[in-house]
């Protein structure tokens, strides 16, 4: 993307964080289906967003400009309000919590990955090493922290009382546990393990303390497993463009292979490129996910 254009994007997103903290916005109509410029939200731009573009720009026709959020609460009120035509930074679970909190109805229109939830630890290289009583720190955040007790639970170092697809402390049998749940603010996860015996943290975070989810981590949720479904990736619009084709022709563009080798190497090889989802399936997901959130309120 040129200087410019980047920074005319920072600009914009300033103006977007400014308009959807005030509840700027209002009705929305569903994109012309002639259009062929569209703004596109992420969160903490990369060079896989900027190829993406490219490509999108060089190969069909597409202008695409890139609205960079480094709060991840932003980027789907600036959705709804119009300021955007789409986002691409959420899986299903975060989507499904947004709609529920919010009244929102945004929709998935296609897959691009999964990225595994790791467990880490200085004190063990196994999770069989861990005892009763040890302490493991995870997210607070009701959709990380709720993903990061099942990777728990996964591990056999958790169990809950109760089943519920985004489990919470007061879930956990803590008898029956092995560990004791530390919650933290994401980003301090990576501190935490500093004086706990493990902690549960977000693949951005572990990227930025330079550890490396495949060497350093322990254990990790699997990717093929369907209870891994909510966590994929997709690219984001309002109701009433799901069907549009042009922003389906750019979403498809996550699984060429140029950007799926940046993503590669970003990720550091975990992340898991799908693409034999259809946007149907992912709907279906999110309804389901809601469905059950609105059920455990």
Do not use: K
């Not at 519920?164 to 933290?184: F, I, K, M, N, Y």
């Not at 549960?200 to 990717?223: K, M, R, S, W």
């Not at 922003?247 to 490129?273: C, F, K, P, Q, W």
């Amino acid at each position: 993307m040129p200087a410019r254009t980047r920074a005319a994007a920072s600009v914009l997103a300033v103006a977007l964080l400014a308009a959807t903290a005030c509840g700027g916005g209002g009705e929305t109509q569903a994109l012309q289906e002639d259009q062929t410029s569209f703004t596109i939200g992420v969160a903490n731009e990369h060079e896989a967003h900027r190829e993406l573009a490219r490509i999108a720009e060089e190969e069909l026709g597409y202008e695409v400009e890139l609205v960079n959020f480094t709060d991840y609460n932003q980027p789907n009120p600036a959705l709804t309000n119009g300021d955007l035509d789409a986002n691409w930074f959420q899986h299903i679970a975060f989507l499904a919590e947004h709609n529920v909190s919010s009244g929102d109805n945004l929709q998935p229109i296609a897959p691009t990955e999964i990225v595994p939830l790791t467990l880490y630890s200085n004190e063990y290289d196994d999770v069989e090493e861990f005892s009763d009583g040890d302490v493991v720190a995870i997210p607070n955040d009701p959709v990380n922290q709720g993903r990061a007790i099942n990777v728990l639970v996964a591990a056999g170092l958790v169990e809950l009382a109760e089943e519920t697809p985004q489990p919470e402390p007061r879930h956990v049998d803590e008898a029956a546990s092995t560990v004791e749940l530390h919650p933290v603010d994401a980003a301090q996860t990576v501190n935490a393990l500093q004086s706990v015996e493990g902690a549960v943290i977000n693949n951005n975070f572990a990227q930025d303390a330079e550890l490396d989810p495949l060497n350093d981590g322990i254990y990790a949720d699997d990717p093929s497993d369907p209870s891994a479904f909510p966590y994929i990736n997709a690219f984001v619009v309002r109701e009433d463009d799901v069907n549009n084709e042009a922003l389906a022709e750019i979403a498809a563009l996550y699984h060429d292979e140029r950007v799926l080798e940046i993503m590669a190497e970003r990720s550091n090889g975990t992340s898991v490129a799908v693409d034999d989802v259809s946007a149907e399936e992912l709907q279906q997901s999110l309804t389901e996910y809601e469905e059950a959130l609105q059920e455990g309120q």
